[in-house]
């Protein structure tokens, strides 16, 4: 059972997701600046490779959840070698019109309970099950973006998260190696620690496509300006 905001217990499924949705909502960070998408230059893989989708499909999970597409991961498994050419143009199809499926921009959202009273909102994380087809193609344009980040030396090097070679681990010894070498040189250290509450949903991502403007195939695959 889910408590409302006066403490009474809702039974009703309707009230229940609509008072979890209210409040989803209200700890999204969104602002209306839409960024300017009319930018010409261009930086963007010419032809997606195959041996990338290929690389891709065995990584699907046969019991991965499905997306409002209803299309499952054991589809595309099953598919094998043959899947992988149309995934391929797919992706190039989208990445050169700016267009995505209509059931791309569609998630349903799960409540996942992560602790505590569960007759609270709050202690109910939401998983947003999308489109298993989509996933593949973000990481494959997440993959070649953050290759050019690498090769252009574009990242800071203290950033250690979503980054290939980098971890926890990684940053656990750096942090490390640091104090140590401070006690060895008897110099003064500074550490801040900051625990964004929600950090996923604070994110803005409208600020986050402004800095991509000069590559207008992101901004147009991110938006979805076509549907087909």
Known sequence: MIKDCNGGLITDPIDKANNLNNYYASVFSYERDIPDINSTHSDKPSTIKISIIRKRLPMIKRNKSVGPDS????????????M???????LDIMINNGTIPRDWKKATVVPIHKGG????????????????????MEHVIAGYIGQVWEDRNWLYKGQH??????????????????????????????????????????????RLLKKSQPRAWIQRWSFGLGNF
């Open 117 to 136: 009273d569960r007759s609270v909102v709050k202690n109910y994380r939401p998983v947003s099950l999308t489109s298993v087809v989509c996933k593949q």
């Open 71 to 82: 299309i499952p991961g054991a589809i595309l498994k099953m598919g094998g070698e043959a």
């Open 84 to 90: 992988i050419p149309y995934l391929a143009r797919l």
């Open 161 to 206: 998260g979503f980054r290939p070679g980098y971890s926890r681990e990684s940053q656990i010894t750096t942090v490390c190696q640091d104090i140590s070498d401070s006690l060895d040189e008897a110099a003064r250290l500074d550490a801040i620690i900051i625990d964004f509450l929600k950090a996923f949903d604070l994110v803005l991502h409208d």
